[in-house]
């Protein structure tokens, strides 16, 4: 079996320096052999990639890109509390919010940008459930935010249902 620091280089990418809070909590905290993220938006180096609301200013394939970074900046959050990406043995729970236009449906569609790199990294291990919800506004104007929910090794693994 490929370890998902193994993936993660196959595929050409690095995880980011977890992204600073913009108000008081905590990127990510670890209960047991679960971690949980805060809501992680799509930044690089510090700068949202896009704002605006999908369905409008942004199209629902620029939403899936920003999904995309913005899990990975998720998983680079349940990382460090995990102890490394490769402490992480099963995702368990991705939620998506979409920043919408009023007449967007395309959320899941949004969503699939955070649930594919999920699994290109992890595999099986990868698979989770999930909600993708549209929402009137997010932090910064950003089209999306993503949250992961994360069991680490060492623990009972959780059985899907």
Known sequence: MVSASTRLAELGLELPQVAAPVAAYVPAIRVGDVVYSSGQLPSVA????????????????????????AAL?????????????????????????????????????????????????????????RSAVGVAVLPLDAPVEVEL?????????VVPA
């Open 46 to 69: 510090g700068q949202l990639v896009a704002t605006g609301k999908v369905g409008a200013e942004v199209s629902a394939e620029t939403g899936a890109e920003c999904a995309r970074t």
């Open 149 to 157: 929910v994360v069991q680490v090794r060492g623990r009972p693994r």
């Open 73 to 129: 900046n998720a998983l680079a959050a349940v990382s460090e509390q995990a102890g490394g990406i490769d402490e992480i043995e099963q995702v368990i729970r991705v939620v998506i919010f979409v920043a919408s236009a009023a007449d967007f449906t395309g959320q899941p569609q949004v969503g699939n940008g955070a649930s594919a790199v999920l699994g290109e990294i992890f595999g099986e291990a990868g698979r989770h459930a």
